[in-house]
């Protein structure tokens, strides 16, 4: 499965253009959270806004990754989505999926896009389409999916991969993003609090000249 990712990640994970991009750390605060975006749900809310009592979940997503929708007999991570925005909403974990693909808006990533493919997978949480690569690039977010997840003082405790298992959810093995989430609610380190994060690489659209 990794290799067959990876194979795919080397194919669609370029950027349009060079970008120097900050890596945070473990224990860094959450960046831009007083940024308001458009909302699949409706109006414009920033990450303060959906971060609830025990933390936030931040999830850069689109839709049109393989590794997100599935490709070839591969399920894809979105269809994890709605089972953690439950689990999310039972921990008091705001859950956000944000798109920043902003190279993209016109072939499957625009807003009326993201609100169709929310409603058909019923994502859950909410939604926010990223105009101009904001957070991602408060971020470092580098491609979809990747994972930050945020404790209730919005302090970073875990980032990088959903899990193990792209292709099956049955397989998984390694559910990081669980773990990490379990571990955050006992007052306990995610172990590992960084993982790889595999996928297509967020199709930032070039820089006016």
Sequence with gaps: MLLK????AAFTGTLFFSLDLPDLGIGSPAPAVDVKLKDVVGGERSLKDIASDNG????????TCPFVIGHDGSEGWQKRYPDLAKLCATDKIG???VNSNDGKRDE??????MQRQYKLQNYGGHYL?????????????RTTPHVFLYNKDLKLVYKGAIDDNVDDSKAVTK????????AMMQCQPAEPATTRNIGCGIKRAAPEQ
Excluded: E, K, M
């Design 5 to 8: 990712a990876l194979t795919l």
């Design 95 to 97: 859950f956000v999926l």
């Design 56 to 63: 936030l979940l931040v999830i850069f997503s689109c839709n």
């Design 175 to 182: 559910p990081y993003l669980r773990n990490a989430i379990a």
């Design 129 to 141: 389409l990223d105009q101009g690569h904001v957070l991602a690039d408060a971020y470092g977010a």
């Design 108 to 113: 499957g990533d625009g807003y009326v896009d």
